[in-house]
């Protein structure tokens, strides 16, 4: 027997990271939010590693957390170890990344979403979505519980028809004995919702007491460490917990050919589309076949467990085969399993059939964040969650969505491949995806997105007045330095021939100074006497504005190159079928995605730009 | 603000006037700048026809005398301010005044781009809006499949062996960007300059085809140079009465020379036979000898005919002194009547010029001058390696662009910018190079669609 259990704005179904994003975005957004979970227990859970950012994931933290999102705040509350990786490499791909503490990742996450207003934090299986004519009326718990709602954003994860596969054994589960959701497929099938089926897997958690570390190399977090959230000022951990690297070698490959036949990716057991950039174990000794040893992280999982995450060593091999190939690892001869590893087959969407807005096209106030949407990665789906969120209630409150554009944020980048081009595997972000990685630097996603997140009203009045002033101070530095003449002197010249650089014969700009390879901003403070005292993030802003200069501008104007066309608007009441020339694929794509702009048409895979020309066109007689 | 456009509007190598065509609003601003009207009226009117010289702003060397006419927007073909630079003809004048205006603020046109701009301010009504549709259709499906024909073809093959060059690098690049933790092995500066290096080379050598490519197919102008008898009218003949000459017959030509327009085996030669060189009094001569003179300074080749059976004269100084340091080919002629002349040919072994002996009344030795003409312009190299020839000028364009980011990779490189900072100008040479190709889509490839249809004018 179901029941009314009330009127609210939005319900997210689902709390893992994207669900958390979302539901907090929209409690945040005055609107009356429900979250559901299976299990309150496996709220903001981090089921595979155990770990947040890196290369282009830490990047998306921090818009996340400039646009008002909580990853950020709740990693900087909970992690064990810090590190900026790529600090040699150029500041495009400066990357922060983090070990967390699992359990008290979850914990604070949990805490957080209870301590919201507005918001409300259910266990609930959901097993009923309402439509009427094409618009979201309301929601059903397992239970009975009927919710009239305005929106619901879907935000699965890997729950959704969860099936997990160890050797031949196969059972519907989501990931740690949490169950599977196994009734909303259907309803998203009869909603005409096309539902794909996407593999991922993870490795083994080990216990601590059963490994050696001394036959592996210990890896330190960074001893000066910058925290994701620019909310959060620290510089320094005394306890941050290592990590541990070691290989496999060729007895653990040997282990793997001989029992291939047992795993259920290469007995046809698995039909869901697995991603290549995190592969199996036996996907590596297969593919790659000449290696002779793959890297192997072990990683720990919180501060209050000896359980410890094996990287590399995903696996979906029966648990027998897997401890055998586990304890060929130098360290690991001894190794005790906690938990196996698995594969694990869930539903997802195509997400073509959602607009920009993560809205789906054609029914609406259904959105759809994260895994679901076939990506992968905690990052991903939080940011999504984020923008599914505020768009939710963008739409409730009658105003236009939030889309951020490529040339804006990771998270644009993001969200305009897989609506625009689809996805055929789960989609992991990674710098090379954004064309203009020079602009979206983690260190300047204050610049790009505090504004929106302050308009919206995610970033609060006081944090906007921070980073208003920091903006000017970063502003005032730069001119200085663009205004103030160096002269040749001997101090100026032994300090330039003490750091290998040429020395100068005529005034100089202390700006064009600070563009030579050898020389930084922090150096030219040696002979910067009337430097004034500037935060220390606002310095390694000036340093990078001033010394890529160049290159920034070079991206900058190729962005405006992009920004013609994507200004170029497709009214969204165009009939592509109408338009006499275009191509017929042409026509069904176009039809399908139903592009906002020339330049997204012109990115959907099977337009050619003869098509383009002949919409550029059709748009031209439309405005005479 | 639409940028201010140039291109050559004639077809390439088959007329006797060239035309280059502005449009945009600095049209007339660059005009002024290197056209200098006899009738010093500087009134612009739309419709009006100005006489003059180009000349080159920065040395004030004159380029051509020409007719420019004045088209004052909107009533102009693109309804932008335009210009219309009627020249003398002939590759290289052309060029020289692309160049001038490219190097005063204009933008080399895109194919198609004037015709583009006229639609697009309106200049063509909705019905012919319709039909440029169809056009573009039947022009794109047609495109298809000369794209498929190129894709399968040497350009294409060359410009994917470069690309994928390009691709190694940033894969590498690429790969240890997002995978830090990874101990994938990090392409060294040394192993990305070393790529970069051969990749720059390899599209020098692409663009350099091009102008090699265009010699072939519009003809290599050349200027046959001799004092009187030394025998220029019987080589000409000579050359012209073979069983293989296709001769074409090219009027419109002003000047008081002869022009002839003539294909040996692939190989073209527009050759021009000038008034001979002598120091003369009579007025009249001297004017063609002036010509002649000026005419071999813009010529690809010259062909300076002396002869064996004269002595070294100041005449023959005088051609040594033109050829000094231009594409020539000596040739001594009247091997028939004389066989050496150790005076003449230590004279002319100064200047390490290729020569020849031949005998243009017996018609013999042609071939060795052919050969060395394709030797002057390494032609050997197109024909023998099969090597591309860009025929395109955007495609020359885009290669030039795709080297002169390469080329500043190499720079950032060599200066230990950080590795993904050097990438930047690396992915630009392949976003250059994909415009080519055709694979990926930016506003100037859309615009290529535009450029397939050369309609009207």
Same mark, same amino acid.
């Given at each position: 027997m179901?029941?009314? /259990?009330?009127?609210?704005?939005?319900?997210?179904?689902g709390?893992?990271?994207?669900?958390?994003? /979302?539901?907090?975005?929209c409690?945040?957004?005055?609107?009356?939010?429900?979250?559901?979970?299976?299990?309150?227990?496996?709220?903001?859970?981090?089921?595979?590693?155990?770990?947040?950012?890196?290369?282009?994931?830490?990047?998306?933290?921090?818009?996340?957390?400039?646009?008002?999102?909580?990853?950020?705040?709740?990693?900087?509350?909970?992690?064990?170890?810090?590190?900026?990786?790529? $600090?040699?490499?150029?500041?495009?791909?400066?990357?922060?990344?983090?070990?967390?503490?699992?359990?008290?990742?979850?914990?604070?996450?949990?805490?957080?979403?209870? *301590?919201?207003?507005?918001?409300?934090?259910?266990?609930?299986?959901?097993?009923?979505?309402?439509v009427?004519?094409?618009?979201?009326?309301?929601?059903?718990?397992?239970?009975?519980?009927?919710?009239?709602?305005?929106?619901?954003?879907?935000?699965?994860?890997?729950?959704?028809?969860?099936?997990?596969?160890?050797?031949?054994?196969?059972?519907?589960?989501?990931p740690?004995?949490?169950?599977?959701?196994?009734?909303?497929?259907?309803?998203?099938?009869?909603?005409?919702?096309?539902?794909?089926?996407?593999?991922?897997?993870?490795?083994? !958690?080990?216990?601590?007491?059963?490994?050696?570390?001394?036959?592996?190399?210990?890896?330190?977090?960074?001893?000066?460490?910058?925290?994701?959230?620019?909310?959060?000022?620290?510089?320094?951990?005394?306890?941050?917990?290592?990590?541990?690297?070691?290989? $496999?070698?060729?007895?653990?490959?040997?282990?793997?050919?001989?029992n291939?036949?047992?795993?259920? &990716?290469?007995?046809?057991?698995?039909?869901?589309?697995?991603?290549?950039?995190?592969?199996?174990?036996?996907?590596?000794?297969?593919?790659?076949?000449?290696?002779?040893?793959?890297?192997?992280?072990?990683?720990?999982?919180?501060?209050?467990?000896?359980?410890?995450?094996?990287?590399?060593?995903?696996?979906?091999?029966?648990?027998?085969?897997?401890?055998?190939?586990?304890?060929?690892?130098?360290?690991?001869?001894?190794?005790?399993?906690?938990?196996?590893a698995?594969?694990?087959?869930?539903?997802?969407?195509?997400?073509?059939?959602?607009?920009l807005?993560?809205?789906?096209?054609?029914?609406?106030?259904?959105?759809?964040?994260?895994?679901?949407?076939?990506?992968?990665?905690?990052?991903?789906?939080?940011?999504?969650?984020?923008?599914?969120?505020?768009?939710?209630?963008?739409?409730?409150?009658?105003?236009?969505?939030?889309?951020?554009?490529?040339?804006?944020?990771?998270?644009?980048? &993001?969200?305009?491949?897989?609506?625009?081009?689809?996805?055929?595997?789960?989609?992991?972000?990674? $710098?090379?995806?954004?064309?203009?990685?020079?602009?979206?630097?983690?260190?300047?996603?204050?610049?790009?997105?505090?504004?929106?997140?302050?308009?919206?009203?995610?970033?609060?009045?006081?944090?906007?007045?921070?980073?208003?002033?920091?903006?000017?101070n970063?502003?005032?530095?730069?001119?200085?330095? *663009?205004?103030?003449?160096?002269?040749?002197?001997?101090?100026?010249?032994?300090?330039?021939?003490?750091?290998?650089?040429?020395?100068?014969?005529?005034?100089?700009?202390?700006?064009?100074?600070?563009?030579?390879?050898?020389?930084?901003?922090?150096?030219?403070?040696?002979?910067?006497?009337?430097?004034?005292?500037?935060?220390?993030?606002?310095?390694?802003?000036?340093n990078?504005?001033? *010394?890529?200069?160049?290159?920034?501008?070079?991206?900058?104007?190729?962005?405006?190159?992009?920004?013609?066309?994507?200004?170029?608007?497709i009214?969204?009441?165009?009939?592509?079928?109408?338009?006499?020339?275009? !191509?017929?694929?042409?026509?069904?794509?176009?039809?399908?995605?139903?592009?906002?702009?020339?330049?997204?048409?012109?990115?959907i895979?099977?337009?050619?730009?003869?098509?383009?020309?002949?919409?550029?066109?059709?748009?031209?007689? &439309?405005?005479? | 603000?639409?940028?201010?456009?140039?291109?050559?509007?004639?077809?390439?190598g088959?007329?006797?006037?060239?035309?280059?065509?502005?449009?945009?609003?600095?049209?007339?601003?660059?005009?002024?700048?290197?056209?200098?009207?006899?009738?010093?009226?500087?009134?612009?009117?739309?419709?009006?026809?100005?006489?003059?010289?180009?000349?080159?702003?920065?040395?004030?060397?004159?380029?051509?005398?020409?007719?420019?006419?004045?088209?004052?927007?909107?009533?102009?073909?693109?309804?932008?301010?335009?210009?219309?630079?009627?020249?003398?003809?002939?590759?290289?004048?052309?060029?020289?005044?692309?160049?001038?205006?490219?190097?005063?603020?204009?933008?080399?046109?895109?194919?198609?781009?004037?015709?583009?701009?006229?639609?697009?301010?309106?200049?063509?009504?909705?019905?012919q809006?319709?039909?440029?549709?169809?056009?573009?259709?039947?022009?794109?499906?047609?495109?298809?499949?000369?794209?498929?024909?190129?894709?399968?073809?040497?350009?294409?093959k060359?410009?994917?062996?470069?690309e994928?060059?390009?691709?190694?690098?940033?894969?590498?690049?690429?790969?240890?960007?997002?995978?830090?933790?990874?101990?994938?092995?990090?392409?060294?500066?040394k192993?990305?300059?070393?790529?970069?290096?051969?990749?720059?080379?390899?599209?020098?050598?692409?663009?350099?085809?091009?102008?090699?490519?265009?010699?072939?197919?519009?003809?290599?102008?050349?200027?046959?140079?001799?004092?009187?008898?030394?025998? +220029?009218?019987?080589?000409?003949?000579?050359?012209?009465?073979?069983?293989?000459?296709?001769?074409?017959?090219?009027?419109?030509?002003?000047?008081?020379?002869?022009?002839?327009?003539?294909?040996?085996?692939?190989?073209?030669?527009?050759?021009?036979?000038?008034?001979?060189?002598?120091?003369?009094?009579?007025?009249?001569?001297?004017?063609?000898?002036?010509? @002649?003179?000026?005419?071999?300074?813009?010529?690809?080749l010259?062909?300076?005919?002396?002869?064996?059976?004269?002595?070294?004269?100041?005449?023959?100084?005088?051609?040594?002194?033109?050829?000094?340091?231009?594409?020539?080919?000596?040739?001594?002629?009247?091997?028939?009547?004389?066989?050496?002349?150790?005076?003449?040919?230590?004279?002319?072994?100064?200047?390490?010029?290729p020569?020849?002996?031949?005998?243009?009344?017996?018609? @013999?030795?042609?071939?060795?001058?052919?050969?060395?003409?394709?030797?002057?312009?390494?032609?050997?190299?197109?024909?023998?390696?099969?090597?591309?020839?860009i025929?395109?000028?955007?495609? +020359?364009?885009?290669?030039?662009?795709?080297?002169?980011?390469?080329?500043?990779?190499?720079i950032?490189?060599?200066?230990?910018?950080?590795?993904?900072? @050097? @990438?930047?100008?690396?992915?630009?040479?392949?976003?250059?190079?994909?415009?080519?190709?055709?694979?990926?889509?930016?506003?100037?490839?859309?615009?290529?669609?535009?450029?397939?249809?050369?309609?009207?004018?």
């Open positions: 179901s029941y009314n /259990a009330g009127d609210y704005d939005v319900a997210v179904i709390a893992g990271h994207a669900g958390c994003e /979302a539901g907090l975005a409690a945040r957004m005055n609107m009356k939010t429900l979250v559901f979970s299976i299990s309150l227990e496996a709220v903001a859970n981090m089921p595979c590693n155990p770990h947040i950012g890196g290369s282009s994931k830490g990047h998306i933290v921090r818009e996340i957390d400039c646009l008002g999102g909580e990853m950020g705040k709740n990693i900087d509350k909970t992690f064990t170890q810090l590190k900026m990786l790529n $600090t040699s490499k150029g500041p495009a791909v400066y990357s922060l990344r983090a070990q967390a503490d699992r359990k008290q990742y979850q914990a604070e996450m949990k805490h957080t979403l209870e *301590k919201q207003e507005n918001l409300f934090l259910k266990q609930a299986e959901i097993v009923n979505i309402t009427e004519n094409n618009k979201v009326k309301s929601i059903e718990t397992n239970i009975g519980a009927v919710y009239n709602v305005k929106a619901v954003i879907l935000a699965t994860g890997t729950y959704l028809g969860g099936m997990i596969h160890i050797g031949d054994v196969a059972y519907s589960s989501g740690d004995g949490v169950s599977a959701a196994n009734k909303l497929t259907e309803i998203l099938k009869n909603l005409g919702i096309k539902v794909n089926r996407f593999k991922t897997g993870t490795p083994a !958690r080990v216990n601590k007491r059963s490994l050696d570390f001394d036959k592996m190399q210990i890896q330190n977090g960074d001893e000066e460490i910058t925290p994701f959230s620019l909310e959060n000022a620290f510089s320094k951990c005394e306890d941050q917990l290592p990590c541990y690297l070691t290989y $496999t070698n060729e007895k653990t490959h040997q282990i793997i050919r001989d291939l036949d047992k795993s259920p &990716l290469y007995s046809g057991k698995i039909h869901g589309t697995g991603p290549r950039y995190c592969p199996s174990i036996e996907d590596k000794v297969v593919r790659f076949a000449d290696k002779e040893r793959h890297q192997l992280f072990i990683e720990p999982i919180g501060r209050n467990t000896d359980e410890m995450y094996v990287q590399g060593m995903s696996s979906s091999l029966p648990e027998e085969v897997q401890i055998a190939m586990y304890r060929t690892i130098p360290g690991m001869e001894h190794v005790e399993f906690t938990r196996p698995y594969a694990i087959e869930y539903d997802c969407i195509d997400p073509q059939e959602l607009k807005s993560l809205e789906h096209k054609t029914i609406d106030g259904l959105f759809f964040a994260g895994q679901i949407n076939g990506t992968s990665g905690y990052e991903e789906a939080a940011s999504q969650g984020l923008m599914a969120g505020i768009n939710a209630s963008l739409k409730i409150k009658n105003k236009e969505p939030i889309i951020l554009d490529r040339s804006q944020a990771y998270i644009g980048v &993001l969200i305009d491949d897989i609506v625009t081009k689809g996805t055929n595997e789960p989609y992991r972000m990674m $710098t090379s995806r954004a064309e203009y990685r020079l602009l979206l630097r983690q260190d300047n996603a204050d610049l790009r997105l505090t504004d929106i997140g302050h308009e919206i009203g995610l970033i609060s009045d006081e944090r906007y007045e921070k980073f208003v002033e920091k903006r000017k970063i502003f005032k530095e730069i001119n200085r330095l *663009k205004n103030k003449i160096v002269k040749p002197d001997e101090k100026i010249n032994d300090f330039l021939e003490k750091n290998n650089s040429s020395t100068i014969t005529t005034g100089v700009k202390m700006s064009d100074l600070l563009k030579r390879t050898e020389l930084d901003y922090f150096k030219l403070a040696e002979i910067d006497e009337d430097r004034p005292k500037i935060e220390k993030d606002v310095a390694e802003e000036v990078i504005e001033v *010394k890529y200069e160049g290159y920034i501008k070079l991206e900058q104007e190729q962005v405006e190159k992009f920004k013609k066309l994507e200004d170029k608007k009214s969204d009441n165009i009939n592509f079928d109408d338009i006499k020339g275009l !191509r017929l694929e042409a026509r069904q794509k176009l039809n399908k995605i139903k592009p906002l702009s020339i330049g997204q048409a012109s990115r895979s099977g337009v050619s730009p003869a098509d383009i020309s002949v919409l550029l066109i059709y748009l031209e007689t &439309l405005k005479k | 603000m639409e940028n201010t456009i140039v291109a050559i509007s004639t077809a390439a088959n007329g006797g006037i060239g035309i280059i065509r502005l449009s945009g609003n600095k049209s007339f601003e660059i005009i002024n700048k290197i056209f200098i009207p006899k009738n010093k009226n500087n009134k612009i009117k739309g419709y009006s026809l100005k006489y003059g010289n180009i000349i080159n702003p920065e040395n004030n060397e004159i380029i051509d005398e020409v007719l420019v006419s004045y088209f004052v927007g909107p009533n102009s073909y693109t309804r932008e301010d335009m210009c219309e630079i009627n020249t003398h003809g002939g590759m290289i004048v052309e060029r020289k005044i692309l160049y001038l205006c490219l190097n005063n603020g204009a933008e080399l046109a895109e194919p198609g781009e004037f015709t583009k701009r006229a639609f697009l301010n309106g200049r063509i009504d909705l019905a809006a319709e039909s440029i549709i169809n056009l573009i259709n039947s022009k794109s499906d047609k495109e298809a499949k000369e794209s498929i024909k190129e894709l399968e073809g040497d350009l294409s060359k410009i994917n062996e470069i994928q060059k390009i691709i190694d690098v940033m894969v590498n690049i690429e790969v240890i960007v997002d995978y830090p933790e990874y101990d994938v092995e990090e392409i060294t500066n192993d990305a300059l070393n790529k970069m290096n051969e990749v720059s080379k390899m599209l020098d050598n692409l663009e350099k085809s091009f102008d090699k490519g265009k010699l072939i197919r519009d003809g290599i102008k050349t200027v046959i140079l001799g004092k009187p008898n030394a025998g +220029k009218s019987s080589l000409l003949n000579a050359i012209l009465n073979e069983d293989r000459a296709i001769v074409s017959d090219i009027k419109g030509t002003t000047r008081d020379s002869i022009e002839e327009f003539i294909n040996i085996d692939g190989l073209s030669l527009k050759i021009i036979d000038t008034a001979g060189i002598r120091d003369t009094n009579n007025e009249i001569e001297k004017i063609g000898v002036e010509k @002649s003179k000026k005419l071999a300074n813009e010529s690809d010259i062909i300076a005919i002396f002869d064996l059976s004269r002595n070294f004269e100041d005449e023959d100084k005088e051609i040594m002194d033109i050829i000094k340091n231009k594409n020539a080919i000596i040739v001594l002629n009247k091997v028939d009547i004389k066989q050496n002349n150790k005076l003449l040919e230590n004279e002319l072994n100064k200047l390490c010029k020569t020849i002996k031949i005998s243009a009344m017996d018609k @013999s030795g042609l071939d060795k001058l052919y050969d060395k003409i394709i030797e002057v312009f390494s032609l050997n190299e197109l024909y023998n390696d099969n090597e591309i020839l025929t395109n000028e955007r495609h +020359k364009n885009q290669i030039k662009k795709a080297k002169e980011n390469i080329n500043q990779a190499i950032s490189i060599k200066d230990n910018m950080p590795i993904d900072i @050097s @990438s930047i100008h690396i992915k630009q040479a392949l976003e250059d190079l994909g415009e080519i190709t055709g694979k990926n889509v930016s506003e100037d490839i859309i615009n290529e669609i535009f450029s397939k249809f050369c309609l009207g004018k």
